[in-house]
């Protein structure tokens, strides 16, 4: 029998996936409480993830002195972000932005992404090993990438990595420095605009700035969740995809080597570390709209309904030989990046910085490999998240 406390323990990374298999197989609709849920299996992961009967926006359950628990300004920001928002408002907005990471766009940042990891790996050769890959390397990159990208200056981008922590941290309940963080992050943000209305640039922030002058497109407060929004994941994503994936490797030493000798399977190795160690383990908050029947268990209005992506990844059902790590695999329709609606808008941004950064770093660092083979895994204690502490590696013989 699965056990309810498990999900909440702090060691729940490690047992995550032993558990999930349990979830699907004895249990695939789990109550985590008597109105919160988590869905496991692959079919009814996608079914809930594109259903219109289960929604974002949850101030059509909770209002009054639910909405007094936090404060005004802070709280419209995280109810007007794209993630938790319905249709029309969640196509309104997705729209706004969606130009800015189309397939073809991406494809033209190319030669830029290139060139940022050739210097943090020229910076890793000149510092020697044992190194961080984490904070050397799968963090920076997508932190440069995401803030040029919405014209974020090179000075500020690492107070962005304290203020992501925080928010990430709060969604658990965890002790952390929230309001005075995002306040922080809030002014930050403010100060910018400001300089951008005076001297706008080519870059997204000036752009959607313009947009909400307009007025009609966007207002202060989405735009305020947009920027937050697109700074959080446009990198979190990217950094577990990369440190997860070189993990994987690691763990799985024949691999490591196939894709040594042969780089051009990198983009299938991409796809299977976002099978194997899902950056994202759950879905955002969706919310039963109505009582409903969902695979044999009653859901009430104002429910809370998780989708655990990880867990879908490893379905048995749709995945052959599920538990193996295997970077030539053929048939991978993971759902790493959501379904839906609300599949994630910065997916071939992240597929395109984790190609170039585990081909150029192998390509670099030809023996690679773990400084301490033998220390288990420090998994990041957010519940949505699967992500390292820390990745420590040598990159000499």
């Given at each position: ?160 990595r304290k203020w992501s922590n925080t928010i990430l941290a ?46 009609e497109k966007l207002n202060k407060d989405e735009l305020y ?173």
């Open positions: 029998m699965v056990n309810t406390e498990t999900v909440f323990q702090s060691n729940f990374k490690v047992e995550a996936y032993p558990f999930y298999k349990e979830l699907r197989k004895d249990d695939p609709v789990f109550a985590m409480s008597e109105n919160s849920w988590i869905v496991t299996k692959y079919e009814h992961v996608k079914e809930l993830l594109k259903s219109p009967s289960f929604i974002k926006d949850q101030s059509k359950f909770f209002s009054g002195d639910h909405a007094e628990d936090h404060l005004g300004e802070i709280d419209a920001i995280f109810r007007h972000m794209m993630l938790d928002v319905d249709p029309p408002n969640h196509t309104r907005l997705r729209k706004l932005v969606q130009p800015y990471f189309n397939p073809r766009t991406i494809k033209g940042l190319e030669p830029r992404i290139r060139e940022i990891a050739d210097d943090l790996l020229t910076d890793m050769k000149k510092k020697g090993s044992p190194i961080d890959l984490l904070n050397d390397y799968a963090f920076p990159l997508p932190i440069i990438v995401i803030s040029e990208l919405l014209g974020v200056p090179a000075e500020d981008r690492n107070k962005f709060a969604a658990d309940n965890l002790a952390t420095d929230f309001v005075e963080d995002v306040e922080a992050f809030i002014t930050y943000l403010t100060h910018l605009f400001e300089e951008r209305k005076t001297y706008p640039k080519d870059d997204l922030i000036s752009k959607l700035l313009q947009a909400e002058e307009e007025g969740s947009m920027i937050v929004l697109l700074i959080i994941a446009g990198h979190e994503t990217t950094v577990n995809l990369i440190t997860n994936t070189m993990y994987a490797l690691f763990e799985h030493p024949a691999q490591l080597e196939k894709l040594k000798t042969d780089l051009s399977l990198v983009e299938s190795a991409i796809e299977e570390g976002l099978r194997f160690y899902s950056p994202v383990d759950f879905s955002t908050a969706r919310w039963a709209e109505e009582d409903t029947e969902f695979h044999g268990k009653t859901l009430k209005r104002g429910d809370l309904v998780l989708a655990s992506l990880s867990s879908a990844n490893r379905d048995e059902a749709i995945f052959e030989n599920a538990d193996q790590f295997d970077i030539k695999r053929k048939h991978n329709p993971h759902v790493a990046f959501g379904f839906g609606i609300h599949f994630c808008l910065g997916a071939p941004l992240a597929r395109l910085e984790g190609r170039i950064a585990l081909e150029k770093l192998l390509t670099a660092f030809p023996d690679i490999r773990l400084s301490n083979p033998f220390q288990e895994p420090e998994w990041r204690p957010v519940f949505l998240l699967r992500g390292l502490e820390k990745l420590e590696i040598n990159i000499e013989d």
